[in-house]
């Protein structure tokens, strides 16, 4: 038996979108790792399938995540610090507060039913 494909899940750090995409198997990784840092190693590769809770769009985009400063992003975030940050080195935890901190995502689908009350 082969495995064909994992799945993992992570929540934005920038605007809480829950969104999900896939572990390469066959990726030789060094054998002290574990699954969550084969997670974030695939989270910067950008393997991405789907925002969690959000409707698809019918078509294949090829979206990339990334892991800045410690923070997970998801591929809207990715895109927003890309624009504001130079290629040649990765965002600082202050701009990326600042950058994300300005016109919010609408995160009620992805942590939907969190906050609510019973």
Known sequence: MSLMHVRATFRCDGCGRAFMFEITPD???????????????????GSFLAYVGEKRSGRREHLFSSLQS???LCPDCTSRID??????RDAT????????SSNRFESTQAVQGEDEED
Do not use: M, Q
């Open 70 to 72: 410690g923070h997970h």
């Open 27 to 45: 990726t030789k990784l060094p054998a002290d790792w574990t699954l969550f840092e084969e997670a974030e190693d695939c989270l910067r590769g």
């Open 93 to 100: 935890e202050a701009e990326i507060e600042e950058i994300l």
């Open 83 to 88: 624009e504001a940050v130079p290629e040649d």
